[in-house]
């Protein structure tokens, strides 16, 4: 690219100060030194927007100056961001503030080193301007002491700790953002870690090049969103990925080890690797205990490789291999691996498993002989797994193996080749039947021309849909969709899932369709109201009570139709107290009006078919029961509800139902539905929820409430880590709470304290463990949460 000149950006800034012209003059010097001209580019249009947008010149001047040394810290592809970020928050806070947001990047870049961490924090400016507008200019007082002490992933859980708990209360919100408060430093404490990688990466860099006589790359990463634990150590590019911080390691007998012992382990078992591991081997065809079986080897032959050179290092790593105390409850194949690994490098160890003593003497004598081939590596992992195949109980999920026991060894991927990441390949995934065909719209001509072949059946290689239900002439208005009995689906909904792990979305992940259970008999949903009328009176009397009152008197208003006259008389003893009387001397009248639109959200995985211990029903039964009252209650109050529910059959179908649309009254067409209510399948909660919330923005309510009903965590048939779909929802739960959605959870599952807390919140849940009380308890629980 040509080199871009000043001159051709000028009319960016025509109506701008002589102050504005000069800053623009020095700082594209000094930008010009440490930006492409392809970064200058991008540089000047977005101060030209920032200008363009009439905020003041401070802010187009801080933008200048400011930038060029955030670039230096962490790349030019940080320009974007900062502009994109500027924007996002300049409709909510004032330039003064955007102006000191902007002079602290330098600070916080250099502090954090890294254009991922760095764009991660311009997103958490983001989100509290968005929830504590207050608090933002008493905390960029402060960045420089908070970044000194926190990780990226401290200082957000700090930031919405605080936003959150002083929601309203103004005053202590500025009091927690300035450090004033005993709350903000306990907090502050308690996120505080124990060893930055900040304050030493020149450290470790030195401290390898001491190893090796030659430079290596590190970079610091933030995965610890949910907890303290930061990501697995990892080698790509050839550069070390390192956790940005590391409390000291505490081993289960109370011998601790320090958090600049863990980084010295990591960077020298990542050099290791890059010094030693020549190729990588091809995994596709392996499963990953075989993965994991040769990559322990392959660990294994370059650390005792480096202790050849640099023996002093057997201690350091040693003492960060668990200890017996350390592995209770791990899975045995863990715990093999763990006593192989430490048997190899510890000659004092006692080796618990004799197969593994065995084994470790063939390792011995093949490093003798081939010490630098990476291919005995795969040879001897691919035997040693056949090996515990028979020896030990090889039965674990692929997710518990990320989690690695030995904290200093990275995630490998460094010796690894595949053709395409698992999550991001389509082949290889789990297709459910409903999606094995081709589905093709056609129009009304089509479809009649072609619907007398009768061998087309549930094989067929394509599926033809017609947008409306089709009624043939000789069918007395029955549709083909009730005679055959298919269901008509919706077009495609792609929803993002949220990874816990890599602390990103997975693109249009999950697809969802609409789907119609086919009707019941509106008898079976009137003979429930019949037989709960002693809780319907109940609820008509509480219905009653929550009915729109008509016209409402404020008093002690500003402003008003009459006079307060208590008020008033208030107001002039005052005055002749001599003291300044309020100015609140009117009575308001107001039109009392409920504003309230709810989504009941049922789960109907195949769990709800089991029985209620202690009665005759099903849980579907009971769902069936409390939904009809319910929907019987709001009929009589006028609120806007939906019901609906869900099920999935891996990502590929979340299946979702309507059941009562919103604005529809509890007429006979929607309690054949209700009856007509089936279980099946899996429980892929967070795009269900993600769809329901969509449905709630569409309405005008002031109050948009989404209840979800279910007997049990979230789970899917292609998915193995009981985290992951757990973490989605939450991630969903808070996507629709920055949307103004309330979002409750009502478990029947006696156990689900734990993690639907986790999902949903503290004072977001609740747990049932009688069920048979659901029909009388959720009508009661609407009424309390849209009062």
């Given at each position: 690219m040509s080199a871009v000149q000043l001159s051709d950006f000028e009319q960016k800034f025509r109506d701008s100060s002589d102050i504005l012209h000069d800053a623009l003059a020095g700082s594209f010097v000094e930008a010009s030194k440490v930006m492409s001209p392809n970064g200058l580019k991008v540089y000047l249009d977005g101060a030209g927007a920032l200008h363009a947008m009439g905020k003041g010149e401070d802010m187009v001047i801080s933008f200048l100056e400011e930038t060029p040394m955030v670039v230096r810290e962490v790349g030019e592809s940080i320009i974007g961001e900062i502009v994109f970020s500027i924007m996002k928050m300049s409709s909510q806070t004032s330039s003064s503030v955007l102006v000191l947001m902007i002079a602290s990047l330098p600070n916080v870049a250099r502090r954090m080193s890294d254009f991922d961490l760095l764009k991660g924090y311009l997103r958490l400016m983001e989100r509290m301007i968005a929830l504590a507008p207050r608090g933002m200019r008493p905390m960029l007082n402060n960045i420089d002491q908070l970044t000194s002490k926190l990780t990226l992933g401290g200082l957000r859980r700090w930031v919405l700790y605080g936003a959150e708990s002083f929601k309203r209360d103004f005053k202590a919100q500025i009091a927690y953002f300035e450090l004033s408060s005993a709350e903000s430093m306990q907090i502050l404490e308690q996120e505080r870690r124990g060893t930055l990688f900040i304050d030493n990466q020149r450290k470790l860099q030195f401290y390898l090049r001491a190893f090796y006589n030659r430079d290596f790359f590190l970079r610091p990463t933030s995965g610890d969103y949910e907890t303290k634990k930061g990501l697995r150590p990892y080698i790509e590019y050839g550069v070390m990925h390192i956790p940005d911080a590391y409390d000291d390691y505490k081993h289960a007998s109370g011998r601790i080890v320090p958090g600049m012992d863990c980084y010295r382990a990591v960077c020298a078992h990542a050099a290791a690797h890059i010094m030693e591991t020549r190729v990588a081997f091809k995994g596709d065809d392996l499963n990953p205990l075989q993965v994991a079986c040769v990559s322990l080897i392959e660990d294994l032959r370059v650390e005792l490789n480096t202790l050849k050179k640099f023996p002093g290092m057997k201690k350091t790593w040693i003492a960060l291999h668990p200890e017996d105390e350390d592995l209770k409850d791990l899975n045995p194949f863990i715990v093999d691996l763990v006593d192989f690994s430490r048997a190899t490098l510890d000659q004092k160890y006692t080796v618990k498993q004799s197969f593994n003593s065995d084994f470790l003497k063939l390792f011995i004598k093949k490093m003798t002989k081939m010490p630098e081939s990476s291919a005995m590596s795969y040879e001897l992992g691919m035997k040693y797994y056949e090996l515990l195949k028979t020896e030990t109980d090889v039965k674990i999920s692929a997710s518990a193996l990320v989690s690695t026991p030995i904290i200093y060894r990275d995630d490998n991927r460094y010796i690894w080749e595949y053709e395409e990441l698992d999550w991001l390949s389509e082949g290889n995934d789990y297709v459910p039947v409903s999606q094995r065909?081709?589905?093709k719209n056609v129009n009304i001509m089509e479809m009649y021309n072609e619907l007398d072949v009768e061998t087309a059946g549930d094989d067929a290689q394509e599926i033809w849909t017609l947008e409306s239900e089709y009624f043939p002439d000789e069918l007395d208005g029955v549709s083909i969709n009730e005679i055959e009995g298919k269901e008509p689906v919706s077009e495609p909904f792609h929803y993002n899932e949220w990874d816990y792990q890599l602390q990103l979305y997975r693109p249009n992940w999950a697809t969802l369709y609409e789907r119609c259970l086919r009707k019941g008999d509106p008898e079976l949903i009137n003979k429930i109201l019949k037989t709960h009328k002693p809780i319907a009176n109940q609820l008509k009397?509480?219905?009653?009570?929550?009915?729109?009152?008509?016209?409402?008197?404020?008093?002690?208003?500003?402003?008003?139709?009459?006079?307060?006259?208590?008020?008033?008389?208030?107001?002039?003893?005052d005055i002749r107290s001599g003291i300044t009387p309020s100015d609140r001397i009117y009575v308001k009248k107001v039109q009392h009006v409920r504003d309230v639109?709810?989504?009941l959200l049922m789960d109907l995985s195949e769990s709800t078919n089991d029985m209620v211990i202690g009665s005759d029903k099903t849980i579907l039964e009971l769902m069936k029961e409390?939904?009809?009252?319910?929907?019987?209650a709001i009929d009589k109050i006028g609120d806007n509800l939906t019901i609906s529910g869900f099920a999935s059959d891996s990502r590929h179908d979340v299946q979702y139902y309507r059941f009562k649309p919103f604005h529809y009254s509890f007429n006979d067409e929607v309690k054949g539905r209700l009856a007509g209510i089936k279980g099946g399948l899996s429980t892929r909660m967070g795009t269900a929820i993600r769809h329901a919330g969509v449905d709630l923005l569409t309405q005008s309510s002031a109050k948009k409430i989404l209840l979800i009903l279910t007997d049990g965590e979230p789970a899917d048939i292609d998915v193995d880590d009981p985290q992951h779909l757990r973490m989605d929802a939450k991630k969903a739960v808070e996507e629709l709470r920055s949307h103004g959605i309330v979002t409750f959870c009502i478990s029947l599952d006696p156990h689900a304290d734990e993690y639907v807390s986790r999902i949903f919140g503290k004072n977001r849940?609740?747990?049932i463990d009688n069920i048979q009380k659901l029909p009388e308890r959720l009508p009661q629980l609407f009424i309390s949460l849209t009062k």
């Open positions: 065909q081709v589905r009397n509480a219905i009653d009570r929550m009915q729109p009152q008509g016209l409402v008197k404020l008093k002690k208003q500003q402003e008003g139709s009459e006079l307060d006259l208590d008020a008033c008389v208030t107001a002039l003893a639109s709810v989504n409390s939904t009809s009252l319910l929907s019987w849940f609740m747990v």
